[in-house]
């Protein structure tokens, strides 16, 4: 399991060049952001925000790339209550023509943020399960889940990006993406089957 460091030390050594710590330090993030709106078992999470009385729109949590439409979930008297989804111009027409306030049932997003339906009454905690971001490790000493679980599909997709890019080494960016590939597939496969035995739940 490697802390950023190891990271950009393999991928040197599997390039064989000791010339691109820059531009290993530039594949990194790049890697990580092409991943980054993909679900794997590591990078979903939950986060709450809370509505303001009167007002209906709430800015979604800092680093939500998406929400599960199943996963979104409203407090009200200490029992949570599913939101469910609806398309955003349907709701901001209703929000026109019927101007209701209370308990919301619905929402929509836009331009991140969320927009109930009706407009609340008070201020109600709001519960979002999805995928998250996880940022890059601060310094070479530190490790997280991109470094560690995803260390194997960064550490291709980096290579990937870095003969294709700047070495202009066709054979090995052929060899590097079919490792990306590899490692994106097993990700997808242990998160598939960590859903399937319900040991990723949400934190409540």
Known sequence: MATLGELKARIAREMDRDDLTADI????PRAIEFYAASRFK????TATITTTANVDTVALPSGLRFEDNSGVFITVGGFKYQLEKVDRTRLQYWQSTQNLVG???EYAIETGQMRLFPTPNQAYEILLLGVYDISLPATDNNSNAWTTTAEDLIAARARYQLARDVTYDTEM????LTA??????RLMRETS??????????NW
């Open 193 to 202: 089957r960590q859903l399937t035995e319900n040991r990723t739940a949400a």
């Open 103 to 105: 308990q919301p049932v």
């Open 42 to 45: 590591f990078n979903e999470n």
């Open 180 to 185: 990306a590939r590899e490692a994106f597939d």
């Open 25 to 28: 330090a530039d594949a990194i």
């Open 173 to 176: 960016a052929g060899s590097a």
